[in-house]
């Protein structure tokens, strides 16, 4: 079945520890991008990427960090510089950039700080 | 500042009855919105996606409506079952800007379907 893994489903960092989360499809999208989602809020982009080796900052890119080496694939690592990092976070992947191609979520991760 | 709200923020219903959720927006240029279904601890699933020239689409039990006019959108739940219970979320895709333009989301309705 095609679609996009993330993992892990719940990831505990300590304070000042980087933490890397994985993004996964297999559904040969072009874009693929990370949310951040917040009790209350709507979904908030942090990073998005149209083709291979290349990213964009989205919203609220700051003490996250991302790469694109395979088409894949698009891990994001959550730094020590972010300071509020525990959240959902949701990958996603769309076919081209026509407005009304798919846009497919995965089942995301919560993170947490102990 | 491109905005999407969605009320009520929660809602209580019992299984067996219908219910309608709305989306009011103020995206600009509107290219089309889409609500999602969002189990908890899970990713959204889209339920239907409409374009300007639509005013309805249905898949199942959902129903959604668009009035481009008044950049309002409502989404109808018939003969809820418990399963329903989920967040339900309104998007709407941005034209403007990047050629991947940008989806803007609400914050959802948070449903709660007892038997």
């Known amino acids: 079945d095609g679609g996009i893994t993330q993992s892990p489903k719940y990831l505990f960092r300590k304070e000042g520890q980087n933490v890397t989360l994985s993004c996964e499809q297999n559904?040969?999208?072009?874009?693929m991008y990370w949310y951040r989602q917040d009790p209350g809020q709507g979904l908030r982009l942090i990073y998005y990427?149209?083709?291979?080796?290349?990213?964009q900052k989205g919203d609220i890119a700051e003490g996250y960090s991302v790469s694109r080496e395979k088409k894949e694939s698009f891990p994001l690592t959550v730094t020590s510089a972010q300071k509020n990092p525990t959240a959902f976070y949701l990958c996603?992947?769309?076919?081209?950039?026509?407005?009304?191609?798919?846009?497919?979520f995965g089942s995301g991760t919560r993170l947490t700080v102990v | 500042k491109n905005q999407v709200e969605q009320s009520p923020q929660s809602l209580i219903i019992l299984e067996g009855k219908n219910c309608t959720l709305q989306?009011?927006?103020?995206?600009?240029?509107?290219?089309?919105l889409r609500w999602y279904k969002q189990d908890t601890g899970r990713g959204p699933v889209s339920l239907t996606i409409?374009?300007?020239?639509?005013n309805t689409k249905s898949n199942g039990r959902y129903t959604a409506t668009l009035d481009a006019d008044t950049k309002q959108s409502s989404l109808h739940i018939t003969a809820s079952q418990l399963s329903d219970s989920a967040s339900y979320i309104c998007?709407?895709?941005?034209?403007?800007?990047?050629?991947?333009?940008?989806?803007?989301f609400g914050q959802g309705t948070i449903l709660t379907v007892h038997p």
């Open positions: 996603a992947s769309s076919d081209s950039g026509a407005s009304n191609y798919g846009y497919t």
């Open positions: 559904l040969n999208h072009d874009a």
């Open positions: 990427s149209q083709i291979v080796n290349d990213f």
């Open positions: 989306c009011n927006y103020t995206v600009s240029p509107f290219s089309n």
């Open positions: 409409m374009t300007f020239s639509e």
């Open positions: 998007v709407v895709w941005n034209a403007g800007g990047t050629s991947y333009g940008k989806l803007t």
